[in-house]
C-alpha cells in the first residue's frame, strides 16, 4: 500500500482526495439526507438524527483531511516547521 501511495501521482492523488471533500462539503451545502431526516424524531443515544448527520459530516471531513495529510506526509511533501524556519532565517 505504502509503495502504491508513494508511486501514485500528484495528479490523481490531488483529484481523489479533492473528489471526497467536494462530496462531503456538498452533503454540508445542499444536505440531503438532513432535510429528509429533520422531520425523523428518532433518537440515537438522546440526539436526534438531524444532529448526528452533522457530527457525521464533520467527523468523515476530518477523517479525508488527516488522510491527505497522511499521504502528504508518506511522499515527503509536508515540509517541517524548523526546516520552514531554518530556510526563512537564512533568506531562502
Given at each position: 500500500m505504502r509503495k502504491?501511495?508513494?508511486s501514485m501521482s500528484t495528479r490523481t492523488k490531488n483529484v481523489i482526495f479533492g473528489a471526497l471533500y467536494a462530496v462531503l462539503v456538498l452533503f454540508a451545502i445542499c444536505p440531503p439526507l438532513y432535510l429528509w431526516g429533520s422531520g425523523n424524531a428518532t433518537l440515537f443515544l438522546g440526539v436526534p438524527f438531524a444532529v448526528?448527520?452533522?457530527i457525521l459530516?464533520?467527523?468523515l471531513l476530518?477523517?479525508?483531511m488527516f488522510g491527505y495529510?497522511?499521504?502528504e506526509?508518506?511522499?515527503g511533501e509536508v515540509d517541517s516547521e524548523g526546516a520552514a524556519d531554518a530556510a526563512q532565517?537564512?533568506?531562502e
Open positions: 502504491m501511495i508513494i448526528w448527520y452533522w459530516d464533520f467527523v476530518l477523517a479525508v495529510y497522511a499521504v506526509q508518506m511522499r532565517a537564512k533568506g
